[in-house]
């Protein structure tokens, strides 16, 4: 079993009739959908709120009933993958562009789980994957220049000949930094740059819990903050 399958199956266990589910969005996040939508088929009653368009026409397909966020009180629970972990339970994020809408979700829901395969565990976050920050289009090259002097080599990405554009219409720079120590000092420090408008750093603050998955189709869920 692939092991990002094992942690959203185990993951959409703790879904119960009558919550309010903030979907997340890529790879994990889609298999933890196809099994919600599975007990939806079953008599499962729950509302969601997507993180990104995809996420939403999956769910939808799915026939699982998406609200607009702000239609909604609350978001009892959310879960998500992500990029990388390391052991306090910082995250991250944003690997498939939706960084800003699942950060939104995730920190305004009561309760954050995080799925993800053994592989994304790591000692220090961005020493093998980049940052995304989200960055708006108009006057692009000075928010780069701003983000390069923080002690990185940020690249927008790209998607095919074009620039990757997020659902909220914006750019993002995938920024390299040679190891990330303290994560909240640069996720203030990323933010306080005009034209910056998300990072995908995500507090370890904010995580209820992080499944891990096996290739042997086992998971085990780790409690950050109850
Ligand atoms: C989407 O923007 C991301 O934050 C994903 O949650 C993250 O990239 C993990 O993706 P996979 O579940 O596809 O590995």
Request: proline share 4%.
């Amino acid at each position: 079993m692939d092991e990002k399958q094992s942690a959203a199956e185990k993951a959409v266990q703790l879904i119960q009739g009558g919550m309010t589910v903030g979907l997340g969005s890529g790879s994990t996040a889609s298999w933890a959908i196809r099994k919600l939508g599975e007990k939806v088929k079953n008599g499962l009653k729950i509302n969601a709120v997507a993180t990104s368009l995809k996420t939403e026409l999956l769910a939808k397909e799915l026939m699982i009933p998406v609200l607009d966020p702000s239609e909604v009180q609350k978001i009892d629970i959310a879960i998500d993958g992500a990029d990388e972990v390391d052991k306090k339970g910082n995250l991250i994020k944003g690997g498939g562009g939706s960084l800003l809408r699942e950060k939104m979700i995730a920190y305004a829901s009561e309760r954050f789980h995080v799925m993800v395969g053994e592989s994304k565990i790591v000692e220090q976050l961005g020493n093998k994957c980049p940052l995304p920050v989200e960055i708006v289009p108009f006057g692009k090259e000075l928010t780069l220049r701003k983000i390069r002097a923080l002690g990185c080599e940020p690249v927008l990405r790209k998607s095919g000949d074009h620039f990757f554009i997020s659902d909220n219409g914006n750019l993002v720079a995938d920024c390299m930094f040679p190891g990330i120590s303290d994560a909240s000092w640069l996720d203030v420090r990323l933010k306080m740059i005009p034209g910056v408008v998300e990072t995908g750093l995500f507090s370890s603050q904010v995580v209820t819990s992080v499944f891990i998955g096996y290739k042997n189709g086992d998971a085990r869920e780790v409690t950050i903050h109850s």
